[in-house]
């Protein structure tokens, strides 16, 4: 009896609380595709604060920012928890990799210290932060999964 109550506590923390409304997975859509522009275009603009070694991220950028654009044109369509859980790993683990790529090429010039470390600290919580959510979206989809 105890058991099932513990059970039944741990799925409730990981169940969502509310529906997501097409028009989120709308506005990830446009702001990814927005963001794929810009990254695809930050060295044509000759920024004085973007080194040349923003190539060697780019590609990983790109595929995330698709990968991002495809999953939540899915969702419009088709955003049943188990599908979004399952679909939401891929991002969650490209995100982690992204922001790692980011973290360990730097491919920013920037002079003043503090700023530079601010901007790692930040890359950094991104990373911790995505590993937190590729964690959740697995045990969500395995928890939706049990249920069915």
Do not use: C
Not at 13 to 21: C, G, S, Y
Not at 38 to 67: E, H, P, T, Y
Not at 111 to 122: C, D, G, Q, R, T
């Amino acid at each position: 009896m105890g058991e099932e109550k513990s059970d039944s506590k741990i799925k409730d923390l990981f169940k969502d609380k509310k529906e997501p409304h097409k028009s989120q997975f709308i506005a990830a859509v446009l702001v990814n595709l927005i963001f794929l522009y810009i990254a695809n275009n930050l060295l044509n603009w000759n920024l004085s604060f973007i080194d040349n070694s923003f190539l060697q991220v780019l590609g990983i950028l790109n595929i995330f920012f698709i990968v991002a654009v495809v999953v939540n044109f899915l969702f419009i369509f088709y955003s049943k928890d188990w599908f979004r859980n399952l679909f939401q790993i891929p991002v969650d683990l490209l995100g982690l990799v992204t922001a790692y790529s980011l973290f360990t090429i730097f491919p920013f010039i920037i002079n003043n210290i503090l700023l530079e470390y601010i901007l790692k600290f930040i890359l950094l919580v991104f990373i911790i932060g995505s590993f937190i959510s590729l964690v959740v979206h697995f045990i969500k989809f395995i928890l939706n999964i049990l249920d069915r």
